[in-house]
């Protein structure tokens, strides 16, 4: 006789500090360092395979302004780290840290508030306002500066091949072709103001949330489009599955402390079918897609955490007490997860393969 053996994918914490505040965002890079940024200013670096914690930014540089976003470039030799007081640092990661370049955006409200690099070129777009810049950090320019007109630009994401660049703000997406930027951009319109934009994986679909607390979705081949609604309130996250091939992917939504799961039905004409999953109690704050697979996890204000399978069903849960989540970040190889919570704990996860007996043959 001979057992038969299976195996199932677990999480266990694996390491956890502490920054004095409200974790504002993390980012890991390809090589394994993870970027830690605080609402009172700070950026901590953890580096990879190593449990030393460096400070790269502290209170007193930035005035205790918070830390809106950070950004590793796709080889991870630079981060970019944006504040609230208007300015954009870009270090060189490595093979040493060091200052490579500041922009300074004093005026008020014109802090910097999205960063995201080219996913295969050290070219970062970054928001101040209502404009975004493009700057080729290889040639120290500016490559153009866009105006999105009547509103501040709230979300900002590169197509996946790095062809166009979507930019969310009142009034929908406006989507520029990167090799032309003095063509005038396709305009995804919308009734509201769109906060939220997210390119699925393999570049086939945009999805971008409304302030009609509603969703769309464009097919990024044909135009065709999908109206979402019935959400109770204020989307809060996208997140957009890895498919396998000639597979739409699964698109994950949440509002108050739900999080609903969409899938296309083979008939264009039939849309998208939603599973709703109920588990939170709190808002939930994160919620994002495994790189590699369906597995997703969701984070709320009251400090619980859950894995989901690719079933919609919750395999772990962690919780903080006394505390609540905030922020969190898959490692790009999917084996690790980083959460933040609202107290400055910053907790990792990492993958463990169990396996186990099922029968005899």
């Known amino acids: 006789m001979s057992s038969k053996k299976t195996s199932k994918t677990k999480y266990q914490k694996q390491w956890e500090t502490s920054l004095d505040e409200y974790i504002m965002a993390m980012d890991w890079s390809m090589s394994g360092d993870l970027a830690i940024a605080s609402a009172r200013g700070e950026v901590k670096i953890r580096r990879a395979n190593n449990d030393m914690v460096e400070t790269l930014l502290d209170a007193s540089q ?64 970054f928001s101040f306002g209502n404009y975004v810049q493009v700057w080729d950090a290889e040639e120290q320019q500016i490559l153009t500066t866009i105006p999105f007109p009547d509103s501040s630009v709230l979300d900002l994401q590169w197509h996946p091949t790095g062809e166009y660049l979507a930019m969310a703000g009142k009034g929908g997406i406006h989507i520029w072709t990167t090799s032309d930027w003095d063509d005038d951009p396709f305009i995804a319109e919308m009734d509201g103001a769109c906060s939220r934009v997210a390119w699925s994986r393999d570049g086939n679909y945009l999805a971008g949330d409304c302030f009609d607390n509603s969703v769309w979705i464009w097919c990024w081949e044909n135009l065709e489009t999908w109206h979402l609604s019935g959400f109770g309130g204020k989307i809060r996250n996208l997140s957009w599955s890895t498919p396998p091939a000639d597979t739409a992917p699964l698109l994950a939504i949440s509002c108050f402390n739900g999080v609903i799961l969409w899938k296309k039905a083979e008939d264009d004409n039939d849309g998208w079918f939603s599973l709703p999953l109920q588990a939170h109690e709190g808002i939930v704050e994160a ?15 009251q400090g619980m955490l859950f894995f989901w399978n690719e079933h919609g069903k919750a395999e772990q849960r962690f919780i903080i007490e006394d505390d609540g989540f905030s922020a969190i970040a898959w490692h790009p190889d999917g084996t690790k997860l980083v959460a933040g919570s609202r107290n400055g704990k910053v907790i990792i996860w990492q993958q463990v393969i169990q396996k186990r007996g099922k029968g005899f043959a």
């Open 62 to 125: 930035t005035n205790e302004h918070p830390v809106s976003c950070v950004s590793f470039s796709p080889q991870g030799d630079l981060l970019a780290v944006g504040t609230i007081d208007g300015r954009l640092r870009v270090w060189q990661i490595k093979p040493d840290i060091d200052l490579m370049k500041m922009f300074e955006f004093p005026k008020p409200k014109q802090w910097i508030e999205n960063v995201q690099w080219h996913p295969s070129q050290p070219i970062l777009a």
């Open 287 to 301: 919620l994002q897609f495994s790189p590699c697979n369906f597995s997703f996890v969701s984070a709320d204000d």
